[in-house]
């Protein structure tokens, strides 16, 4: 599988081709397809690569979910930069939500009280929804978890209930038939992606990760993709990029 914007472009056509109907997560009231496609990015260090994407799916029709990290060691909300971003995400018709790392919560009611208060700050400055996903997720988070006046992007709905798909750690899922089985039997999907992986021309393995150091940083990215993308850590590479 190559990661490049046409081959993501071939993929969105294929599945509007076979008839699926891009919602966004939390907007399927009123929807009768049969087929339906929750697609999903959670941002977790590339922010330089969710425009391209994104204008991939303009280009379709497609409008999608994107999540992005309130307390990230690689970007800021809150710079000029990121916050262009996300606000011309919502001008195409995109939807923004939180990407929360729930791992430093031991309860819901105590997750609830925080993402709402990290709303209430951002939204007076950023286009944000309120829907949540959870960076690398602990399994009592996949467990249809309600929050009180949020859509979760791992409740039933958009997860159990359909063939949830994913290109984490770089996985190669167009090659696997769990795709192309959902598709044939008709099933609804989530997809989602990570602009990290995504380029315009095809990178291998550690070309992906030398750029994204080069342009992003490198000691904030490799100490972060150490410590969260497993297949980066397997590698074991150091000093990819000195």
């Known amino acids: 599988m190559v990661f490049t914007y046409d081959t993501?472009?071939?993929?969105?056509?294929?599945?509007?081709?076979?008839?699926?109907?891009?919602?966004?997560?939390?907007?399927?009231?009123?929807?009768?397809?049969?087929?339906?496609?929750?697609?999903?990015?959670?941002?977790?260090?590339?922010?330089l690569g969710v425009l391209p994407l994104a204008n991939v799916e303009r280009g379709l029709g497609i409008f999608s979910t994107w999540y992005f990290l309130p307390d990230s060691s690689i970007y800021n909300l809150l710079c000029h930069e990121l916050g262009q971003i996300i606000i011309e995400l919502d001008s195409m018709g995109h939807q923004v939500g939180l990407h929360i790392d729930a791992s430093q919560y031991e309860s819901v009611e105590q997750l609830e009280a925080d993402i709402e208060r990290i709303y209430a700050f951002l939204n007076v400055r950023l286009p944000l929804s309120k829907t949540v996903s959870f960076h690398k997720p602990a399994s009592w988070l996949l467990n249809d978890i309600v929050i009180d006046g949020w859509t979760n992007a791992y409740e039933k709905t958009y997860y159990s209930n359909v063939v949830y798909v994913s290109d984490s750690n770089r996985r190669n899922f167009m090659d696997e038939d769990r795709l192309s089985n959902a598709v044939q039997q008709g099933k609804s999907l989530a997809l989602l992606t990570h602009p990290l992986w995504w380029h315009e021309r095809p990178e291998d393995f550690d070309e992906t990760f030398s750029e994204a150091c080069r342009c992003l940083g490198y000691d904030r990215i490799h100490n972060y993709l150490a410590n969260t993308a497993r297949s980066y850590a397997e590698k074991g590479i150091r000093g990819i990029v000195r």
């Open 8 to 47: 993501y472009k071939y993929l969105m056509s294929y599945l509007l081709k076979n008839d699926y109907e891009p919602i966004l997560i939390g907007k399927e009231k009123g929807s009768v397809s049969k087929k339906q496609l929750f697609l999903r990015h959670d941002v977790d260090t590339d922010y």
